[in-house]
């Protein structure tokens, strides 16, 4: 198997035949999903999404694919392709089109229905093009065939690309589900017709790689919320993905089985079930669903919320439900259900909301105790089928962490690709399908871009460090006032502290070797501000560090009388 190397060189000039794809995002990790396929000079993305943040990126709100492979080359790119609708495959779009507007933007109806609703938030009216399954079409210089697959939300694709150069099957996210809730299952005899023809590279998912067998049938979770509904005493919060329309349909089914009403929570949950209503994918029973405003007037054993929040987001709704600051107040006897699978990264803050809901008395109903969710991605059983199917001639895993893809190449491999065709490529390399053979030829410079607020990639790694070591180590201001004509201290040092245990009297002992330090250094020649600045922050960070084990965020001021 083809392993990056840490010190891969830039790549050398893509061959005239040859087919390029690079990543930017979405190789060992799960989220920020984007590929950029070359050809002849012209580009094609496939999925432009975004990564939620972690506990140790305090402050950003959305993590994007690293653009600037891209951002001189605007003008080549012939379409965006999109897989799905979920967030880590479409949220980036807004920020992508940033660089050029009338982009075109090529995916199923619901997928499309979504990133217009999120670009009319930008204020971008984005050039779009509806595709349906068995449809091909050609986009520039790529032939694009669209094929049904199976995954958590409705109406996702699989893509195959047809260059010149061979063709590429992208599955998107998938799974192989044969009693799904639409009737809409992934499309084998398409991926064995494809295989039949040739498949010169195949990217495929592999998020569930590791775990054996086939993912377990939607159908199954029906009777489960059903079972929790009719236990459930008081009222009933669900919390899922604001795009998972399948679990919604599920609830709303339970709840008018049990006759409950139900209140969508959640800005982006209201918007896109009102799109998946309004196009016919979400069926809503007639008086099933209420306004939020109006759920308080019902008895606490007829209504259920269904919320956004189930991978412990700090802002959203359920996050505010487990600390009390919501207009729906969790107490003894509700029921939460966490409708979702835990995406890693993200378990102390799901488990941070799970302790919050039960210390307020509610039972907590989660994938770890019932079967309340399956998974939207395609296990070991169901990937072996694939390979089994296509017999692709090179294969490369994408859409998962680093251990997700080896296992997912390994299966590869167990069933006859040739290891040295299995590329294991990670963010930002190079990966280039010339006369047939896939190889990694290098890699492009490719980081996190961090959304914070309104700013977009101005917050860097160190700001972040800066801030991580605010919030774990706490904050010391120093003030001197010095006349350096005559080397003495004239105020200060005066010294505060915040986010510590310690008060500020703890410092009164260190304050004579500051001036001392300060008036040795004067003496010594130093009359720069800053060098009497640095010269206060190594006395206190030394002192601090030795007595009190801390290593807070130290800023001198030094005033020149």
């Known amino acids: 198997m083809s392993h990056p190397h840490p010190e891969l060189p830039l790549p050398p000039e893509l061959p005239a035949h040859g087919l390029r794809v690079v990543a930017l995002g979405g190789l060992g990790e799960v989220g920020r999903n984007m590929a950029v396929l070359e050809y002849q000079g012209k580009l094609l993305v496939i999925d432009c999404g975004v990564l939620f943040p972690e506990d140790h990126q ?45 982009i075109p933007i090529v995916g199923s109806r619901l997928t499309l229905a979504f990133v217009e609703a999120k670009l009319k938030e930008h204020r971008i009216k984005p050039v779009t093009r509806v595709v349906t399954e068995g449809e091909t079409v050609q986009l520039g210089a790529f032939g694009c065939e669209f094929v049904a697959v199976n995954h958590s939300i409705p109406d996702a694709l699989a893509v195959a690309v047809t260059t010149g150069a ?31 023809k040739g498949v010169d590279l195949f990217m495929v998912d592999s998020t569930n790689a590791e775990v054996p067998g086939f993912v377990t049938n939607e159908v199954e979770i029906g009777p489960v919320l059903d079972n929790v509904f009719a236990q459930a005493e008081k009222r009933i919060v669900v919390a899922s993905f604001s795009s998972h329309v399948h679990r919604v349909q599920q609830v709303l089914n339970a709840a008018h089985a049990h006759g409950r009403k139900v209140a969508l929570v959640g800005r982006s949950m209201v918007r896109n079930m009102g799109i998946a209503a309004e196009l016919g994918y979400l069926d809503v029973p007639p008086g099933v669903l209420i306004d939020l405003k109006k759920a308080g007037d019902l008895p606490d054993d007829r209504i259920v919320y269904m919320s956004t929040g189930s991978q412990g987001e700090p802002m959203a709704a359920l996050s505010r439900m487990a600390n009390g600051d919501h207009r729906v107040q969790v107490g003894h006897g509700d029921t939460v259900i966490l409708a979702s699978s835990l995406i890693p990264g993200n378990e102390n803050s799901v488990f941070r909301v799970i302790n919050g809901l039960t210390r307020l008395g509610a039972r907590v109903v989660h994938s770890g105790n019932a079967k309340v969710h399956v998974s939207g991605h395609a296990s070991a059983g169901e990937l072996l089928y694939c390979y089994n199917v296509l017999r692709p001639r090179n294969v490369m895993p994408v859409h998962g962490e680093v251990r997700h893809l080896v296992a997912n190449a390994a299966l590869a491999v167990r069933t006859g690709v040739p290891a040295d065709r299995v590329v294991l490529a990670e963010d930002g390399v190079v990966v280039d399908l010339v006369d047939g053979k896939a190889s990694v030829v290098g890699a492009v410079p490719c980081g996190y871009v961090f959304v914070d607020g309104s700013t977009v990639g101005e917050v860097t790694e160190n700001e972040l460090k800066d801030r991580r070591t605010l919030g774990e180590e706490g904050f010391v201001s120093v003030f001197a006032v010095v006349d350096t004509a005559t080397g003495k201290v004239l105020a200060g040092p005066q010294i505060l502290a915040r986010g510590m245990a310690e008060g500020d009297a703890v410092f009164e002992e260190i304050q004579p070797d500051v001036v001392r330090a300060l008036e040795d250094a004067i003496a010594g020649g130093a009359t720069d501000t800053y060098q009497l600045q640095q010269v206060m922050r190594r006395v206190i960070g030394q002192w601090v560090n030795r007595r009190l084990r801390r290593r807070p965020m130290i800023v001198p001021v030094v005033v020149e009388a």
Do not use: C, N, S
């Open 58 to 102: 305090p402050g950003v709100d959305l993590i994007l694919p690293d653009f600037e492979y891209i951002a001189d080359r605007m003008d080549d790119v012939e379409a965006i392709v999109l897989t799905h609708g979920h967030e880590d495959h479409i949220g980036a779009v807004p920020y992508l089109l940033r660089l050029r507007r009338d």
């Open 166 to 196: 061979g063709t590429v099957l992208h599955t998107g996210d998938f799974k192989m589900d044969q009693l799904p809730l639409d009737g809409r299952i992934t499309d084998l005899r398409a991926f064995a017709r494809l295989g039949e």
